[in-house]
């Protein structure tokens, strides 16, 4: 079992700077990935970005890449995203997961142990 609390969202300008955190408690082993969503009103859950844990390699969603970066800090079990540059269409609840085994990376459907989401508003 695997429990996810995200932080660092927020009111920001257009072009301006985020840095959410994800801090997992529970067993995150080297095979897993962990992934960052969003979801704003009245849209599906967005795939922004993933990483696995025991190398950190990394996949960014070709709709955020250059603005969005994922990184894991091992010591902390903590996921980031950075978010640089933001646009008003970047508002939404941010959300990560765990992405569970033999899923495809960026489905929605193939994670599980979702935080509650921190929302983040760029304003123009």
């Known amino acids: 079992q695997v429990q996810l609390v995200e932080s660092g969202g927020g009111l920001v300008q257009a072009g301006g700077s985020l840095r959410l955190s994800c801090a997992a408690s529970?067993?995150?082993?080297?095979?897993?990935?962990m992934g960052w969503f969003r979801q704003a009103p009245g849209k599906e859950r967005e795939f922004l970005a993933a990483?696995?844990?025991?190398?950190?390699?990394?996949y960014v969603a070709d709709a955020v890449k250059g603005r969005f970066t994922i990184a894991r800090d091992n010591a902390k079990n903590t996921v980031f995203l950075e978010m640089n540059n933001l646009k008003p269409e970047d508002t939404a609840v941010y959300s990560c997961?765990?992405?569970?085994?033999?899923?495809?990376?960026?489905?929605?459907?193939?994670?599980?142990?979702w935080g509650q989401g921190t929302q983040v508003t760029v304003s123009s």
């Open positions: 990483i696995r844990w025991s190398d950190a390699n990394t």
């Open positions: 529970g067993r995150i082993i080297s095979t897993d990935y």
């Open positions: 997961a765990k992405k569970l085994p033999i899923r495809a990376l960026e489905s929605a459907a193939g994670y599980a142990y």
